[in-house]
């Protein structure tokens, strides 16, 4: 048995003996690699600094159609009209349901014309960012920027791009 041991000693001291000469062997190998690396990084420090923060390019302008907001006027107005409406149905206490239901469904009608009376166009300037993001910029009066237009955003506004 002893000798059974020692040549397993001898065996295993041979493997580990292979195994630290690849890893010596493998860690040389990667020197150039790491010496490539550290050349290219002023290169790669370099583009970063030529970047610009908040710059992109118009990539869209479209007008949107804005629904209006209701002021409470078609509101009162359909209520008072669906009110009346409904009065001149039935009698006794279907008449007073028919009221309270003609008003309530007179507001919301009127509400729904009211907005849609004050409807408006609107207009969206998307901009592609140097970073990949997509931002979207809403104007009330069309816009002079047109797709292509290299824009720079600056506190949150669109401005133009000084190049």
Known sequence: ???????????????????GSMAIANAAEKTPVDKATTDTAPIVLAQAATEC?????????????VEGKGSGVGIGVGAVVGGILGNKVGGGTGRTIAT??????????????EKRVKKDTQYEVVVRLQSGKSRVFRFEQKPH?????????VNGTLVERDE
């Open 100 to 113: 309270v239901g003609g008003a309530v469904a007179g507001g919301y009608a009127g509400n729904e014309i």
């Open 53 to 65: 923060k908040g710059c992109g390019e118009v990539t869209a302008v479209r007008a949107v159609e």
């Open 145 to 153: 920027w047109e797709v292509g237009d290299l824009v720079k955003v």
């Open 1 to 19: 048995m002893n000798s059974l041991s020692g040549t397993m000693v001898t065996r295993l001291t041979a493997i580990a003996m292979m195994l």
